[in-house]
C-alpha cells in the first residue's frame, strides 16, 4: 500500500523541549517537503529536499532542522527557538525534484506545546 | 506574493447545487492546481491546469484557467456532503516552490 505516513497523529510537549515528527514515503519519490498550518490558513513551507543528503530553507526555516539521509525519510525537529510551535504539520513528497508538479500529502501531525 | 487568493473564503450549499470557487494570483504560473482538505487531514490533489491550457475536467469537476486575467476557477457540479471540505488554490511559485492560498471552506448540507 503505497503512500506517505507521518507519526505520531497527535503529539503535546512541554515548552522547551525539542520534538521530532516522522515521514516516511515509499512511494520512489525524490523530493520532500514539509509545510505548518495554522488554523484557518493556508500551508507554509518549512524545508524542502530534493534528494538525498541534500535540502533547503523555506519561508519559515526559523527554529526547524531536518535531515535527508534515505529517500524514503524526511524527519522534522521543531526545536525550542521556534517561538510558536503549535500548528500542524504536514509532510509531502513529489516525483523527481521539480517542486511545481502534484505533490502527495500524508496525514499531518498536530503538535501542541504548553 | 505570487499567492493565489480564493474568493468566497466560505461557501454553504445544499447537496445537489452546483458550488463555485475562484482563484486570483499576481503574477506569471507554469501551472495552477487545486487540493481539497477535509477537516484535520492532510490535502488531496484534484487537478492541474498548464499555463498553456483553458479549461480541465475530471468527474464532477472543472477548472478554467484565464491566464490573461490571472484567475482560475473550481465548480464542483452536483454537490455531496462527502464535498464539503477547504479547497486550496495553489500556483507554481518559481523552482520547487507551491504557494498556498488561505483557501475556500465549503459547507454542502444534506
Known amino acids: 500500500d503505497g503512500g506517505i505516513t507521518q507519526s505520531p497523529k497527535y503529539l503535546f510537549r512541554k515548552e522547551g523541549q525539542n520534538v521530532t515528527l516522522s515521514c516516511e514515503q515509499n512511494?520512489?519519490?525524490?523530493?520532500m517537503y514539509w509545510y505548518r498550518q495554522d488554523p484557518g490558513q493556508g500551508l507554509r513551507l518549512i524545508y524542502y529536499?530534493?534528494?538525498?543528503?541534500?535540502?533547503q530553507k523555506g519561508d519559515i526555516a526559523e527554529g526547524y532542522s531536518v535531515s535527508r539521509e534515505k529517500k524514503e525519510s524526511f524527519p522534522l525537529t521543531v526545536t525550542s527557538a521556534q517561538k510558536n510551535p503549535t500548528a500542524f504539520y504536514l509532510c509531502?513528497?513529489?516525483?523527481?525534484?521539480?517542486?511545481?508538479?502534484?505533490?502527495?500529502f500524508g496525514p499531518g501531525t498536530r503538535l501542541t506545546v504548553t | 506574493s505570487q499567492q493565489g487568493e480564493e474568493d468566497p473564503q466560505a461557501l454553504s450549499i445544499q447537496e445537489g447545487e452546483n458550488a463555485t470557487m475562484n482563484c486570483s494570483y499576481k503574477?506569471?504560473?507554469?501551472?495552477l492546481q487545486w487540493y481539497r482538505q477535509n477537516s484535520g487531514r492532510g490535502l488531496v490533489h484534484l487537478i492541474l491546469?498548464?499555463?498553456?491550457?483553458r479549461e480541465k475536467h475530471s468527474g464532477r469537476l472543472r477548472v478554467t484557467l484565464d491566464t490573461s486575467k490571472k484567475s482560475s476557477s473550481l465548480l464542483i457540479t452536483a454537490s455531496r456532503a462527502a464535498d464539503t471540505a477547504s479547497y486550496f488554490c495553489?500556483?507554481?511559485?518559481?523552482?520547487?516552490?507551491?504557494?498556498f492560498g488561505a483557501g475556500t471552506r465549503l459547507a454542502v448540507h444534506p
Open positions: 503574477t506569471s504560473i507554469n501551472n
Open positions: 491546469i498548464r499555463s498553456n491550457e
Open positions: 509531502a513528497s513529489s516525483p523527481g525534484n521539480s517542486g511545481t508538479a502534484e505533490q502527495y
Open positions: 495553489v500556483v507554481s511559485g518559481g523552482y520547487n516552490k507551491l504557494i
Open positions: 529536499s530534493q534528494i538525498v543528503n541534500d535540502f
Open positions: 512511494l520512489n519519490h525524490d523530493a
